[in-house]
Nanobody, 126 residues
């Protein structure tokens, strides 16, 4: 049974940093693409960063390039999202998700992901 538990959200001032964590069970990371997605009130869910299990290819949304970084620890079955230089517009509920695929990551579309964490709230405000 695939389970994802995400954590690490909170309240941070603009310019600050947070690291989100996604703990996974029931998966072998070599066979799953893992992504971080966010949804702000009144907006559609969007892909923030995704990483392939097979070739470590990555995708980062233009809005977060240079500020956010996705990484993983296969042995611990953990995936992280390091978020630096946070802006108020980064405020959203963030979720990790898994997609059983061997394909390289070229984008980060939530409709392609089958398993989801419960979400963790990130609020960027002074």
């Amino acid at each position: 049974q695939v389970q994802l538990v995400d954590s690490g959200g909170g309240l941070v001032q603009p310019g600050g940093s947070l690291r989100l964590s996604c703990a996974m069970s029931g998966v072998h990371l070599d066979y799953y693409a893992i992504g971080w997605f966010r949804q702000a009130p009144g907006k559609e869910r969007e892909g923030v960063a995704c990483i392939s299990g097979s070739d470590s290819s990555e995708y980062h949304a233009d809005s977060v390039k240079g500020r956010f970084s996705i990484s993983r620890d296969k042995e611990k079955k953990m995936v992280y999202l390091q978020m630096n230089s946070l802006k108020p517009e980064d405020t959203a509920n963030y979720s990790c998700a898994a997609d059983l695929t061997l394909l390289p990551v070229r984008n980060c579309r939530p409709e392609e992901y089958d398993y989801w964490g419960q979400g963790t709230q990130v609020t960027v405000s002074s």
